[in-house]
C-alpha cells in the first residue's frame, strides 16, 4: 500500500475517533498530479489548493477523471483572478473583504455557478494575515448575506505561535450564532485540537504528502 494511501486512512481513523461528521480536505498545493491521483484512488474526494494559477493546471484533467472532486480555494484570492477560480473551484474559503465579496456575486451571478463560500476571519487580528479582523467579523457575515452570497461558514488559521484554542473556540462560536453549518479550522499539527473544538473541515497537507519542498 502507498504511503499517501495509508496516511489518509491513518488520518480519517483520528478523524472519526474525534468526531463521526467531519470532513477530510486534503491539502495539495505544490504536489504533482501524481500524488494527487494517489490520493484520489485511495478514494479521497475533497482537497484544498493555494493558487488560482496552480489548481487550473493541475485540476481540471484530474476532475475530469473523478468529475465528484470538492475542491477548496484556501489561499488569497485576487479579484482578477475571481473568474479562474470559479471556473475549477467548487468551494471558495477566503471570502474576507467587501469589495471580494461585491465582484464574488457579481461573478457568481454571471457564471450561474452556486459554490460554497466560507468567510475567513482573522482570529488574532494579525497584520501579516488575511481575514476579516474580529470586530469586523459579524458585519462582514450580514454584508454578505445581505447581497444574497451563499454564505456556508467559517474559516480560520491561528497564530502559529499560540495556542489554537480559543481561537478555534471563537470560530466555532461565531458560527454558531449565524447558524452557519461549516467550521475549517486545524491543520496537520493541530487538527485533532480543531475537531475537539467544533471543527467540520481540517485541512491537512503535510501529515499526508510528506514536507512541501
Ligand atoms: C498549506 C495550508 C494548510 C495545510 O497545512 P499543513 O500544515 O501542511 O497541513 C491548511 N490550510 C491552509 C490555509 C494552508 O495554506
Known amino acids: 500500500m502507498g504511503q499517501i494511501r495509508k496516511n489518509i486512512e491513518t488520518i480519517k481513523a483520528k478523524i472519526k475517533k474525534i468526531s463521526h461528521r467531519a470532513n477530510l480536505v486534503v491539502v495539495s498545493k505544490y504536489k504533482s498530479s501524481e500524488e494527487i491521483l494517489e490520493a484520489c484512488a485511495a478514494g479521497q474526494r475533497a482537497f484544498g489548493e493555494n493558487r488560482v494559477q496552480e489548481a487550473m493546471e493541475k485540476w481540471p484533467s484530474i476532475k475530469e477523471k473523478y468529475p465528484d472532486i470538492e475542491l477548496h480555494l484556501i489561499g488569497a484570492l485576487q479579484t482578477n483572478k475571481i473568474k479562474d477560480a470559479l471556473k475549477v473551484f467548487d468551494v471558495i474559503e477566503v471570502v474576507d473583504r467587501k469589495k471580494l465579496a461585491d465582484k464574488l456575486k457579481n461573478e457568481i451571478d454571471k457564471s450561474g455557478k452556486n459554490p460554497s463560500l466560507l468567510i475567513q476571519v482573522n482570529t488574532a487580528d494579525e497584520p501579516q494575515k488575511a481575514g476579516i479582523s474580529r470586530s469586523e467579523a459579524k458585519p462582514f457575515i450580514e454584508y454578505c448575506q445581505g447581497i444574497g452570497l451563499n454564505i456556508k461558514g467559517l474559516m480560520c488559521i491561528p497564530p502559529v505561535e ?31 485540537i480543531a475537531l475537539r473544538n467544533g471543527a467540520t473541515h481540517v485541512r491537512v497537507g503535510t501529515a499526508i504528502f510528506g514536507a512541501r519542498s
Open 162 to 192: 499560540d495556542k489554537p484554542e480559543a481561537y478555534f473556540k471563537f470560530l466555532k462560536d461565531l458560527a454558531d450564532e449565524y447558524n452557519l453549518p461549516i467550521v475549517s479550522m486545524g491543520m496537520s499539527s493541530d487538527y485533532e
